[in-house]
């Protein structure tokens, strides 16, 4: 056995995510959360400006929200649990602190299975879900006359709900990094708490990676890296990491406790600030709200909302007898799973209908889904009128070929396939009688790949079948039309 230098080290990463919930008003007040391209400052109130001497309501909803991640993860959900201030000076904070929660939380000790292709699965354990809420938006300009640099800055966000997930330190690669944050955000979005869009700051990601000796039990110094805005961008920016903590470590150094910033022109982290540690916020139970005691029957509830999670659906559908890659494309996202289950279903409740139902979703339906950019939600054609369309083809009233222009049409028009059909003469074409004429035309004008069949070329069988396709507009039916090539060239 050999060993090389690069794998003297562990990787372990941690991850904490931001989520702005989509409820309809903010955390403690009653503002609308619908600000995006508002104006700045519009949104806003004495609560979440932080005006002396007003108090903070809880939202109902966002504690549901969190509630319902906490149980898609796997959580217990506390019985009882407290706010607290979080206390920091920085001109977006409008009260001067952040009310969050710090050692109750809503949820804990959850976990969330993740699988990167073509490796063993693994369990990453979830320590928390909490509640806290979002801050203002500060906008730095300069002044072009002076040259001097200052901040403007809009409130409208400032309140608005917001969940921290945080993972234990339980993976080991940025690849393992980057598919749990694609499984988190798979289950937001299926369970409705938020669109989880990381480009447009409401799914936000930090991470902590420290590395350790191979087979140390001690975890190494862990630095947090922020400012990351896409997938790629956390797989980049830990990839990095790993490789400037590795040179530090194999050159003797040692790694400073420490927040970095990626800088994704440069594709590099520098650093910040040295990390603060959580007595610097000097944490203290709020005292303008209650402690909050959720019940079991509320908690019940709550999980009677929701949905079956993707993890579920792909093993039902893969005792369906659909292959892997099927069943995982197919439960990409919530809409998309029960647009093909609503096909299945109207197609009928066997095997057969399970594989033509995933056959015509994964091909038709998700081209129109990629080309127009939309989810099956939108698809101007419904899963009973995509089961029509593809009964038609089993019953051969029109043929396969034919199937895929009435599609189009269907989704251009929102019109039925039965309708398309009928008005546009799409019908397949069967009969030995109106297709005999077409398959001597086609033998007649041929010559060169009739010579070749009878000189035993078979495949000139399947150009000559192509041309009556052809003539046809793919409305003959191609076993019929075969049978009487190969009569009328016998004879
Ligand atoms: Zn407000």
């Not at 503002?31 to 519009?42: K, L």
């Not at 001067?96 to 000790?109: E, H, K, R, T």
């Not at 009928?348 to 139902?357: E, I, N, Q, V, Y």
Request: net charge negative.
């Amino acid at each position: 056995m050999t060993s090389t230098v690069a794998i003297d080290f562990e990787t372990v990463i941690g991850l904490e995510v931001h989520v702005q919930l989509m409820t309809k008003s903010k955390m403690f007040c009653g503002c609308s959360t619908e600000y995006s391209g508002a104006e700045p400052n519009t949104h806003v109130c004495p609560v979440c400006m932080g005006m002396p001497g007003v108090l903070p309501v809880i939202n109902e909803r966002a504690i549901e929200y969190i509630s319902m991640t906490g149980l898609a993860l796997n959580c217990e959900i506390a019985g009882f649990s407290k706010f607290d201030r979080k206390n920091y000076p920085y001109p977006d904070l409008m009260k001067g602190y952040q009310i969050s929660q710090y050692d109750l939380p809503i949820c804990q000790n959850g976990w969330l299975d993740i699988q990167v292709p073509g490796e063993e699965p693994r369990r990453i354990g979830i320590t928390r879900v909490h509640m806290e809420e979002d801050t203002a938006r500060l906008l730095h300009r300069v002044d072009a006359s002076t040259g001097e640099g200052y901040s403007l800055i809009d409130v409208n966000r400032s309140g608005t709900p917001l969940m921290e997930i945080v993972s234990e330190p339980d993976m080991r690669t940025p690849a393992e990094a980057r598919e749990y944050l694609v499984r988190l955000r798979q289950i937001l979005r299926y369970i409705g708490v938020s669109d989880a869009n990381m480009e447009e700051g409401n799914f936000r990601c930090d991470a902590n990676v420290s590395l350790r000796p191979f087979g140390a039990d001690a975890f190494g110094t862990k630095v947090e890296v922020k400012n990351m805005n896409s997938f790629r961008a956390v797989h980049d920016a830990l990839v990095f990491e790993q490789a400037r903590q590795a040179e530090v470590l194999r050159s003797g150094g040692t790694i400073p406790q420490e927040t970095r910033g990626w800088v994704d022109e440069r594709s590099v982290t520098v650093s910040q600030r040295s990390k603060e540690e959580a007595h610097d916020y000097r944490y203290f139970p709020e005292p303008d709200l209650p402690p909050l005691r959720l019940s079991r029957d509320w908690v019940a509830r709550v999980g009677a909302k929701l949905p079956e999670l993707p993890a579920k659906r792909k093993e039902r559908l893969l005792a369906l007898g659909l292959s892997e890659d099927e069943a995982v494309t197919l439960t990409e996202s919530r809409e998309r799973a029960e647009y093909y289950d609503a096909t299945h279903a109207a197609l009928g409740d066997t095997p057969r209908a399970a594989k033509l139902a995933a056959n015509w979703v994964l091909s038709e339906a998700l081209r129109w889904s990629n080309v127009n950019a939309k989810d099956l939600d939108a698809l101007p054609i419904g899963p009973g009128q995509l089961a029509e369309l593809i009964l038609m083809v089993e019953g051969k009233a029109i043929t396969s070929q034919v199937a895929k222009d009435v599609f189009e049409a269907m989704a251009a028009s929102g019109k039925g396939a039965q309708e398309i059909v009928d008005e546009q003469g799409l019908g397949a074409i069967s009969g030995a009688d109106e297709l005999t004429g077409i398959v001597r035309r086609v033998i007649a004008s041929n010559e060169k790949a009739v010579a070749d069949y009878r000189a035993g070329k078979e495949a000139s069988l399947k150009f000559l079948l192509g041309q009556v396709m052809r003539e046809t507009k793919g409305r003959a039916t191609p076993q019929v039309a075969q049978e009487l090539i190969a009569t009328e060239l016998a004879e």
